[in-house]
T-cell receptor, first 115, second 116 residues
C-alpha cells in the first residue's frame, strides 16, 4: 500500500527561526517520486520540489532544503530563517512507479510564522 | 502560459442538483488530473486523462461523477444528484510527460462546492 504520513498537524514559529516539516512515506515500489507542495490561504497548490527514488542527493534552494533518506523512508523539508510569507499548509506527496499517475498526499502541516 | 484555470471558483447548489466544473490546463500539457480536497485533508485523486483518454479512475469516483476531456484540451467534471458529502474543493492539475527532476504537476485554484 502507498501512504504518506505528516505527523505534525500544526507548527508555530517566530520569524527567522528554522523549521523542519517531517514526511514519512510507505511504498513497495523501487521506483517512485516524492513531492512537496505549498498551499497558501488563497488555496492554490504551489509545486516546490520533486525527487525520484534513485536520487538521494539533498537539495537546497535558497532558504529551502530537503533531506531524502531512503533508509528511514523520509523526505523532510527545512525552511531556514522563516518569514511570515512562509505561512501556509505544506503537503508531501508520493507518486508510485508503474502506470499510475496519481499523487498520494499526506494530511499536510499548517505552518504559522509569527512576526 | 497562464496556468491552470478552473471555473467557477465557487458553486453553491441544492442537494439533488447536478453541477459541472470546467478546467483549462496549460496549453502544452497533455496530462490532466482531478482531485478533491476536504477541509483539513490533503487532496485525493479522482481521475487522470492523457490527451482525451481517461486512463485512471479512483474508486472515489462514484457513478454520480463523470469526467470528460473532449479533443484533449479542456476538461469537465460533472456531479449528478449532489449530496452534502460532495461539498469540497475540486482541484484540477496538468502536466507534461517527464521534463526532468524538478518538473511537477501544476494545480489550478480549485472550485469550491457547497451542497446545501
Amino acid at each position: 500500500a502507498q501512504k504518506v504520513t505528516q505527523a505534525q498537524t500544526e507548527i508555530s514559529v517566530v520569524e527567522k527561526e528554522d523549521v523542519t516539516l517531517d514526511c514519512v512515506y510507505e511504498t513497495r515500489d523501487t521506483t517512485y517520486y516524492l513531492f512537496w507542495y505549498k498551499q497558501p490561504p488563497s488555496g492554490e497548490l504551489v509545486f516546490l520540489i520533486r525527487r525520484n527514488s534513485f536520487d538521494e542527493q539533498n537539495e537546497i534552494s535558497g532558504r529551502y532544503s530537503w533531506n531524502f533518506q531512503k533508509s528511514t523512508s523520509s523526505f523532510n523539508f527545512t525552511i531556514t530563517a522563516s518569514q511570515v510569507v512562509d505561512s501556509a499548509v505544506y503537503f508531501c506527496a508520493l507518486k508510485a512507479g508503474g502506470a499510475t499517475n496519481k499523487l498520494i498526499f499526506g494530511t499536510g502541516t499548517l505552518l504559522a510564522v509569527q512576526p | 502560459d497562464t496556468g491552470v484555470s478552473q471555473d467557477p471558483r465557487h458553486k453553491i447548489t441544492k442537494r439533488g442538483q447536478n453541477v459541472t466544473f470546467r478546467c483549462d490546463p496549460i496549453s502544452e500539457h497533455n496530462r490532466l488530473y482531478w482531485y478533491r480536497q476536504t477541509l483539513g485533508q490533503g487532496p485525493e485523486f479522482l481521475t487522470y486523462f492523457q490527451n482525451e483518454a481517461q486512463l485512471e479512475k479512483s474508486r472515489l469516483l462514484s457513478d454520480r461523477f463523470s469526467a470528460e476531456r473532449p479533443k484533449g484540451s479542456f476538461s469537465t467534471l460533472e456531479i449528478q444528484r449532489t449530496e452534502q458529502g460532495d461539498s469540497a474543493m475540486y482541484l484540477c492539475a496538468s502536466s507534461i510527460r517527464d521534463r526532468g527532476p524538478n518538473y511537477g504537476y501544476t494545480f489550478g485554484s480549485g472550485t469550491r462546492l457547497t451542497v446545501v
